[in-house]
């Protein structure tokens, strides 16, 4: 199982539509998530990290579960600007567990159409 | 306000020259990071360091070296450039390694032919 999996995408989706992208990861030591946008051809920018009560941004819900070691991403209300690249990122221990390397998703890309 | 600065955006390269990629940052960031990422594929860690005098491989550190002689400065050095190297390269930094923000360079994409 890889370390991060995310949904392949792409998704294709209209204007003010909800979309939900998840993300599983294995190893369940992990302690920090984190959603990146990336824009085309651009440098990656966090979005929002994603705690364990779940946390909420504007139109971004961002859901943690632990038992099932997945993350989640909602988009509400998709507008154009939303087109982008979401990577999910978790902070994976190493075997010793003494220290921490961000592991990144290979992303979903998301396009709004109008 | 420049953050992370990365520098050449663009370069081909033959296979067997040597390159050495920019980057520096003014955030005083201890953490900096070198990711290479390539089409549909996640970024690969290549190499980080932890503070001045201190680097470390990542995942993917095979033809590549690193120093870091400053807190600001943290170049990448490819020698014997090979197709394999063909990728988008980012620079990122961060305050610690624990709180997920990654502040990245705007890319450095390389073509090696």
């Known amino acids: 199982r890889k370390e991060v999996e995310q949904d392949p995408g792409p998704f294709n989706v209209p204007e003010g539509a909800t979309v939900a992208f998840n993300c599983t990861y294995s190893?369940?030591?992990?302690?920090?998530f984190f959603w990146y946008r990336q824009d085309c051809r651009k440098e990656p920018k966090l979005l929002m990290s994603?705690?364990?009560s779940g946390n909420e941004d504007g139109r971004f819900t961002a859901q943690l579960n632990r038992a099932s070691q997945y993350i989640s991403l909602l988009i509400r209300d998709s507008k154009l600007s939303d087109s982008a690249t979401y990577l999910c990122v978790v902070n994976v221990p190493n075997s010793g567990g003494s220290n921490y390397k961000l592991t990144f998703g290979k992303g979903t890309l998301l396009t709004v159409n109008p | 306000n420049a953050g992370v600065t990365q520098t050449p955006k663009f370069r081909i390269l033959k296979i067997g020259q040597s390159m050495t990629l920019q980057c520096t940052q003014d955030m005083n960031h201890n953490y900096m990071y070198w990711y290479r990422q390539d089409p549909g594929m996640g970024l690969k860690l290549i190499y980080y360091?932890?503070?001045?005098?201190?680097?470390d491989k990542g995942e993917v550190p095979n033809g590549y070296n690193v120093s870091r002689s400053t807190t600001e400065d943290f170049p990448l050095r490819l020698e014997l450039a090979a197709p394999s190297q063909t990728s988008v390269y980012f620079c990122a930094s961060s305050r610690d390694r624990y709180t997920g923000e990654l502040f990245f360079g705007e890319g450095s994409r390389l073509t090696v032919l």
């Open positions: 360091s932890v503070g001045a005098g201190i680097t």
């Open positions: 190893n369940s030591a992990s302690q920090s």
């Open positions: 994603v705690y364990s």
